[in-house]
Every structure is written in C-alpha cells, then in structure tokens.
C-alpha cells in the first residue's frame, strides 16, 4: 500500500486522426492525439480485504474478494453479471497488477477504487477510448498504490496486456495516447504473442521482452490548422464493429490489401507532413484517409459513415478544411482541420454542424510531461 494511504491517477481520452482498421494488424502505423478530457482513478485503504470499485457510471458499489490462485469473485449486492461487464477492463487490470505483484513476491491486498470519467455526458460516452483511459489510470494508481515504480513504457504494457485478455483484436493505440498524450504516431505489436509470452513466462517477463512492431513515436501538432471535434450523439460500440469486420471474410482479399495499402500511405505521409510542418499535405492526407475509410465501407458495409457523420465531413470540406470519422465509425466523433486563420470559417462550421445535429466539443490535445520520447521494439 501506498505510503500516503490514498492516491489519484488521471489519464486523458483520445482521438483518431488517421489509420483507424488498419492498426488493428500488427506493425501498422496510426495516428492518435489525446484529448483534454480524463478519467481519474483514486485508490485507498478498503474497510476489509476485498475489492471494492465505485464509478460514476455504475449504481453503488462493486464489491469482488480475492480469490488465493489469482482472479476476482462477485461478492456483491445486485446484478454481478452486470458490474462485472462495465468493469470488465478495470477487473483485467487488477488480475493482471496482482500477478504481477504475486511474482515479484509482494503481498496482494485488498484496494478500494472510485472512478470518475469526463468521457461521458450523463451516461452516454463520447467515443473518445474512455476504456483505454480507465485502463491506463488504474494501472497507474494501483501501481502508485502498491509502491511500484513504473516507466511510462511499462504501465502502458501492462494496460496492453490486461486489454488484450479481454480482445487481442483491440489496437491498443488508445491506450498509447492515454499514456503519453499529445499527438503520436504509433505502431502496435502482436497481442496474441505478447499474451502467448505472458502465459508462458509470466507478466513481470512479457512487460520486459521485445514486442517486434511495437513503436510510440511523438509527432509535432500541425501547423496553421486548428482541430474541430464533433460528436454526432450516438455511442458505438469499436469492438462490435471490429468484430463484424472479422465476419465478413475480408481478411486477405484484394479489397482488404488495397484498404491496407492505401491507409498506410496516407498515414505515412501524414506523419511526414506534420514532422515538416506541411499544412496542405497534411489536409491532403487526411482527405485520401476519409476516402480510404469510405472504400471500406462500401466494400465491406460496416455503416462507418452515418448520415451526421457525412455531413460533418462534408461542411469542412466545402469551407477549406478536411474531415472524417474518427475511430471505428458509425456514431461517436468526427475530427475536422481547418486553417487556423479562418476564423469566421469555423464559426461556419460549427453552425452547419449544428444544423445536422451534430454537437462542437471543445477539446484540445493533452499534453503529458515525460521524458520518454519515442518507444520502438523493432528488432
């Protein structure tokens, strides 16, 4: 336990701005900023040995008891079934902080969590990765909360991992972005190999081995363009959609290698242009990644774009900036750059935006001071 007793850890949301898909398959490039909107974990002392979570998006209290082999049991009033499900990557994160501790020798002991989100409006979340945010706070208030000294690099490991036991086919970069913040390029490893290596060699030596395709790299913010963020009021679900995609037989056909082709170049060259400061580049590449999505959509019929997420794209586009969905689609956030100096523009934009129903937030990126830069695991 921690020396103070109770301890309190935030980690921002995130954003796409480009590679959404085409990051699930490992070693592919994406780009994600994260937002100045955070979850926030507090851990302290719990009356009795047991785990006992509250959260502002759960009725009362979860109670769970340690099990001596590892794992969480419902010992709770209610509908475990259901605190379990909306808990189910903070429940991961503490199975997998308690193994590591039991392998490391430490004692395991009981921990009182209260969560609290800025990623949801009364209940209905904005779609920016408020899982990955909880994921990534808890790890690091349980890891300030049992004395361990933690590298940004290694909470977001064992964030992976814990996220991984839920769904390899999650990317991920949500939670790179709740880690290091700002905007990143990011590349993400093999999670079935990462979880293969966990089960074979235990947690403590898969957050310390190479992850082959692994790479976080800090990218500038563009230059002379200002992001626009709408949320068209619809939650979705980015597993669901994920999920269905794997259905749908897409997999290795010639659809799904020129999607992979074609996102990659236009997150490539987004990298470049935000590395040089090259502002119509950039538009450039964001407006052949909304295509990219817009071709998946078409050949595959996932619903990415909704009628209020076209219709945000399109009012950028037609007053100089460049739009598209951000994250898996179909609902949730769309990002827009403009040029920064159009100012009676965005003014625009936002009034047509309203018009269609869609909802300005205004986010900014969150910054996280580190001193680890890049992070690559490419040998």
């Known amino acids: 336990m921690s020396a103070e007793g109770t301890v309190s850890r935030q980690a921002p949301g995130k954003l796409f701005v480009s590679g959404e898909y085409a990051v699930i398959e490992p070693g592919t490039p994406a780009i994600v900023m994260a937002v100045d909107r955070y979850v926030r974990v507090t851990v302290s002392e719990p009356a009795g040995a047991d785990i006992v979570i509250v959260s502002d998006l759960l009725d009362g209290e979860a109670r769970f008891r340690l099990k ?3 794992g969480l049991v419902w010992c709770g009033l209610g509908d475990g079934e259901r605190a379990r499900s909306g808990l189910a990557c903070v429940l991961s994160v503490i199975e997998v902080m308690h193994t590591l501790l039991a392998e490391r020798g430490w ?15 009364r209940g209905t979340k904005f779609g920016l990765g408020s899982s990955g945010a909880v994921t990534v706070a808890t790890v690091a208030a349980l890891a300030a909360y049992h004395g361990l000294d933690l590298s940004p690099e290694a909470r977001f490991r064992l964030a992976l991992i814990a996220t991984a036991r839920l769904n390899t086919r999650s990317s991920c970069a949500d939670l790179a972005a709740s880690t290091w913040g700002g905007w990143i390029a990011y590349r993400a490893p093999d999670r079935a190999a990462v979880l293969a290596t966990a089960a074979r060699k235990g947690i403590d030596e898969a957050v310390r081995a190479e992850w082959p395709g692994f790479e976080v790299r800090r990218l500038p913010p563009p230059a002379r363009l ?15 959609l994920v999920s269905r995609l794997g259905r749908r037989h897409w997999q290795g056909s010639t659809a799904h290698k020129r999607f992979m082709a074609r996102m990659t170049d236009c997150v490539h060259t987004s ?19 909304r295509r990219a999505l ?4 078409e050949a595959v019929g996932l619903g990415i774009f909704t009628p209020k997420l076209t219709a945000l794209c399109e009012a950028a586009e037609v007053l100089g900036g460049a739009a598209k969905p951000s994250g898996a689609g179909g609902g949730d956030c769309g990002i827009a750059l403009m040029p920064a100096e159009a100012d009676a523009r965005i003014g625009k934009l936002r009034t047509r935006w309203a018009t269609a129903g869609v909802r300005h937030l205004p986010l900014r990126p969150a910054e996280i001071s580190t001193s680890e830069r890049n992070v690559r695991n490419d040998r």
């Open 68 to 70: 001596a082999g590892g």
């Open 107 to 121: 004692s395991v002991s009981g921990a009182h969590l209260s969560i609290s989100s800025e990623l949801h409006d």
């Open 226 to 240: 200002g992001m626009e963020i709408g949320w068209t009021g619809t939650p979705v679900s980015t597993d669901s």
């Open 271 to 289: 990298i470049t242009a935000l590395e040089k400061g090259d502002r119509e580049t950039l538009l450039h590449g964001i407006r052949r990644s």
């Open 294 to 297: 817009a071709e998946l959509d």
